[in-house]
């Protein structure tokens, strides 16, 4: 077997050498909530497989926002309905689009 498809058929492994950290925007949704404050990660920042993915998997996406959530924040996202769906992210991007730029690290 030459060399080169020896390369070729080895599978190349691949792990992140660093973790993974999320620059975070605070926000309100006072239609639905009050003043109560979600924290999440910017928009920006999602990652790709999940960016990718989600008109044809809008389920990944969900997940990784809840995931990045407390449990509290998770279960208001929960308990969003119809148009308050839209609101929170309507709310989520401008907080993100505000941070643009801005970094914790």
Known sequence: MS??????SKKK?????TKVTY???QF???EVFGDAEFDLPTMRQMPLGVSRTMKTDPRRFLN????????EEAEAIDSLVDDEALLFMDAWGKASKAAAGKSSR
């Open 3 to 8: 060399e080169s498809k020896s390369k070729k």
């Open 23 to 25: 620059d975070r925007v």
């Open 64 to 71: 990784w926002i809840v995931e990045n959530a407390t449990p």
């Open 13 to 17: 492994q691949f792990s992140r050498t």
């Open 28 to 30: 309100t949704l006072p």
